[in-house]
């Protein structure tokens, strides 16, 4: 993450910046033509994808600037923000009022399933290729995946089993409850990684692609708050770009004839993929406890931040969430982690581990599309 940042900064800043407040425009004259002009929705789906991964450029130079633990923890933040937003105008469309109660469950669950086997399945199976062990902190890994198993259980699985609502519901004061929980175990986790235990979360100390230029480039003060200003500019774009391009979303999951749920997975689709190749870059660089980082820790980022949003929405709204996973993606979320828990048990990774992963990210697609 942090290689990809000095290399773009010292060829020069000026183009990121323009991406950006080009991204805001597109998204300025969107609003003006509507999404009903179709070379209109072509152009914002076009920027909505510069605009996401200009954000996370500019989350990569301030992470470069603070460091690289509270640099993770600014990525995962940007793209919960993206996350929220998507979701939040999603549920607002007339075109998926219909589906609003599942969208939040159908995004989140899908990108904890996309993080916790595609990100990771990758980076084990690119960097597996290339050094064919790789380290980790076995302290940092098990915190993060016990944080995200517990808030994935609480939010997806317990639903299933309350009595005082429908199943796969809770009650307003549970959801307040459960929002709440969400919040103060995330308070808890960021204190733990970046104040009481951050020595968990640092890459092990391995010979590594990074030069010792690239990766003691300066960056001034000036360039960090440039690029927070420009962040903020990119995030608004994106949120305000996928409102613009929704219909055409709804449209093309209708055309091919596929399940609802497939919106959600397109959503998560859309707001990982630049952070998956940030996690790509540093496994590739021999720093898989970075990859690791930013992957369990979007995850972790994305139901405990997000949920607790969608929540205070539906309350406000008054409108109906359902949580609760069916018995199929029940069992692929408690593979998942089976999975997961044994790879993350002994501090070394390897290429057949991220091929277990990715089995159960394809299988997972395959029942999506073929229910």
């Known amino acids: 993450m942090i290689v990809s940042a000095a290399q773009f900064i010292r060829k020069g800043l000026e183009p990121q910046h323009l991406i950006s407040s080009l991204s805001f425009v597109v998204f300025l004259l969107s609003s003006v033509f509507g999404s009903d002009n179709l070379w209109m929705s072509i152009t914002a789906s076009v920027f909505l994808g510069v605009a996401v991964m200009s954000s996370v450029h500019h989350a990569e130079v301030i992470a470069h600037k603070i460091g690289e633990g509270l640099g993770t923890l600014v ?60 380290e980790f902190q076995v302290q940092g890994s098990k915190s993060l995946m016990v944080v995200l198993m517990t808030l994935a259980l609480l939010v997806f699985v317990l639903p299933n089993f309350t009595t005082t609502t429908a199943a796969g519901t809770y009650n307003p004061p549970q959801m307040i409850f459960i929002g709440i929980i969400c ?43 440039l690029s927070f200003i420009s962040l903020s500019v990119s995030l608004i774009a994106v949120i305000g770009l996928a409102k613009m391009i929704s219909p ?16 959600g997975l397109l959503i998560a689709g859309i707001v990982l993929l630049p952070e998956t190749w940030a996690a790509i870059n540093a496994a590739r660089a021999n720093r ?36 609760g996973l069916d018995p199929k993606n029940m069992v692929f979320l408690i593979m998942t982690f089976m999975a997961g828990t044994i790879t993350l ?13 990715g089995v159960i990210l394809l299988t997972y697609f395959v029942m999506s599309f073929i229910p």
């Open 75 to 134: 990525l995962a933040l940007c793209v919960t923000i993206i996350e929220v937003g998507l979701i939040v105008s999603l549920m607002n469309q007339s075109t998926v009022s219909a589906d609003s109660a599942v969208l939040a469950r159908d995004t989140v669950f899908a990108a904890v399933m996309i993080i916790t086997n595609g990100m990771v399945a990758l980076c084990l199976i690119l960097g597996g290729m290339k050094y064919k062990e790789q």
């Open 183 to 225: 919040v103060v175990l995330y308070l808890l986790f960021i204190l733990f990684q970046t104040t009481t235990h951050k020595t968990y979360f640092e890459a092990v100390d391995t010979k590594s692609d990074i030069s010792p230029i690239e990766s003691t480039h300066e960056i001034t003060k000036t360039d960090a708050w």
């Open 288 to 323: 898989l406890q970075t990859s690791l980082n930013l992957a369990l820790g979007s995850g972790i980022a994305s139901i405990a931040l997000t949920i607790p949003t969608v929540i205070a929405f539906c309350l406000y709204t008054n409108q109906t969430l359902m949580l």
């Open 345 to 357: 048990g002994t501090g070394k990774a390897t290429l057949l581990q991220g091929a277990v992963h």
């Open 248 to 263: 055409l979303i709804e449209q093309g999951v209708d055309y091919v004839g596929a399940p609802k749920s497939m919106v």
